[in-house]
């Protein structure tokens, strides 16, 4: 008995000496860069920001609503703002009211870097008009915020990318190599029009980037529990989108005389079973790099689990699960949308319909999703379909190791504080998934920080960000060699 007992001890003393190991002996990726301080903000690049949210660039879901004329006007408002940018930049005029504006470099032997941000911004909810403190379309500055639908997204990328160019072009720098700036004009609906038109245009030239940034993660002091310093998450990788459209056709009739089944409840039996079977978690690759950057800087114990994943895998997968947005970083996720069925209290429908939208995890291919939800609902009379035959693959997954990574992560930290920085999956989409590609190096990262309100209420971002913002592109232009 005395020596089972020993023997458990000394196994128990060696897993926690291999657990303590491996926890001391990951290496810091952190790179130590001074920030350089950002020059004062100019009143003119306040007053051009506020200026850019009053058009109402909208784009919406319905084409018939769509209006170009808030769009044609910001293309005039850009140019007469940014008279430097429109005289040595060549622009192309793409779908109507997308840009690809080049400006050349002196290298013509180096691959071009891409800078993307978009013009078009999401609908203010007809419900929520009252709730907003300001006049979402005025640009106002209040408490140290300017306030609006698309100061986050993204017009801010957009106007620091053309305040920091056209302060460059006065200063008469060119960089060393080429670089582009896509601006698209309806990345809210899919970036068909523009981001997608663009990249051809870009491919059918030949034109291999050796970084493209776009909107996605920007530095926080908030999101990253047990973390007491402000990290720059830049995202390495996004996750794919597909929407399925469910439907069974059963013979109704009279409510007084039902079946044991009808079309309604074999449908939503489909969809309690899709939601009772989550798709399996799995750490990708930009989420394995997060905890490998974020591991030796968090505190006890989240650092030993990041430090020994696989051993605590199911630990660390409760954690994330605890929370909508960090379920999502681990599994494909699914959720019913939309769903219709019926037109009269008394009479059964034949036809019942639900619409599930789906985001893929990087790896999990649509067929492969596909053919789980067939096995998951198990039913040949519920009829499935891909919806506008609009699927977008999870991306592929930008390499730590990369020039870009390494190019934004260095410029991040320049711009910002004694600031961190970590890797990591977007779940929300972007235009540069249209890119892989013009590109293998696609990072999704905005400089600014903690903004508010983001396809919501009150959409507003701090003076401060807009500032390091547009410090983040000069010193992005500048580095561009
Ligand atoms: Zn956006």
């Known amino acids: 008995m005395k020596k089972i007992a020993l023997f458990m001890l000394l196994v128990i003393l060696i897993l926690i000496g291999i657990i303590a190991f491996k926890t001391l002996s990951v290496p810091n990726l952190q790179t130590k860069i001074k920030a350089n301080p950002a020059p004062a903000l100019a009143d003119d690049a306040l ?84 709730m907003w403190t300001c006049n979402p379309f ?49 990345e809210e609906i899919s970036g068909k029009k523009g981001a997608v038109q663009i990249a051809a245009l870009l491919q ?34 996004e996750k794919g989108y597909m929407t399925l459209d469910l439907s069974v056709t059963k013979k109704g009739g009279h409510s007084s005389m039902p079946d044991n089944e009808t079309a309604i409840d074999i449908l939503l039996k489909a969809i309690v079973q899709l939601r009772a079977h989550p798709f399996e978690a ?46 999502a970083m681990i599994r494909t996720t699914d959720v019913p949308t939309i769903i219709n069925s019926g037109m009269k209290e008394n009479v059964i429908p034949t036809l019942a319909t639900a619409t599930v939208n789906f985001r893929l995890l990087p790896g999990d291919s649509s067929a492969y999703i596909i053919k789980r939800v067939k096995e998951i609902i198990n039913d040949d009379r519920v009829i499935i379909k891909v919806r506008d035959n609009n699927i977008t693959e999870g991306s592929p997954t930008t390499s730590v190791k990369s020039i870009a990574f390494r190019t934004v992560d260095s410029i991040a930290k320049s711009s910002y504080d004694s600031v961190l920085s970590a890797p990591f999956l977007l779940i929300g989409a972007t235009d540069s998934r249209h890119f892989s590609a013009v590109s293998e190096n696609i990072i999704k990262f905005s400089p600014m920080e903690d903004p508010i309100g983001f396809h919501g209420i009150d959409e507003r971002v701090s003076i401060k960000s807009y500032q390091h913002s547009i410090w983040f592109f000069e010193q992005f232009l500048r580095s561009c060699k």
Not at 50 to 57: H, K, L, R, S, V
Not at 207 to 230: H, Q
Not at 292 to 320: D, R, T, V, W
């Open 47 to 130: 007053k051009h920001f506020q200026q850019a949210i009053q058009f109402q660039t909208v784009s919406y879901d319905a084409p018939s609503q769509w209006d170009s004329v808030p769009f044609t006007e910001f293309r005039k408002f850009l140019e007469s703002t940014y008279p430097l940018v429109h005289k040595t930049l060549t622009r192309e005029i793409v779908s109507g009211y997308s840009y690809l504006y080049k400006w050349e470099g002196k290298n013509k032997n180096l691959n071009p870097y891409i800078l993307m941000a978009h013009q078009d911004v999401v609908p203010i909810e007809e419900t929520t008009k009252n």
């Open 138 to 186: 005025a640009g106002t500055v209040k408490d140290g915020y300017i306030w609006g639908r698309g100061t986050t997204d993204d017009k801010i990328n957009l106007i620091s990318i053309m305040e920091s160019a056209e302060k460059l072009l006065s200063q008469n720098y060119q960089p060393e190599r080429t670089v582009y700036f896509v601006f698209g004009h309806d």
């Open 204 to 237: 059918s030239r030949n034109i291999k980037a050796d970084l493209i940034m776009d909107e996605g993660g920007f530095v926080t002091r908030e999101k990253v529990p047990g973390l007491n310093k402000p990290v720059a998450l830049i995202a390495t990788a």
């Open 282 to 327: 799995r750490f990708v690759e930009s989420t394995q790099d997060f905890m490998k950057f974020i591991g030796p800087e968090i505190g006890f114990p989240n650092n030993i689990a990041m430090a020994n994943p696989s051993l605590f895998k199911k630990l660390i997968i409760q954690n994330y699960e605890k929370s909508g947005s960090g379920n």
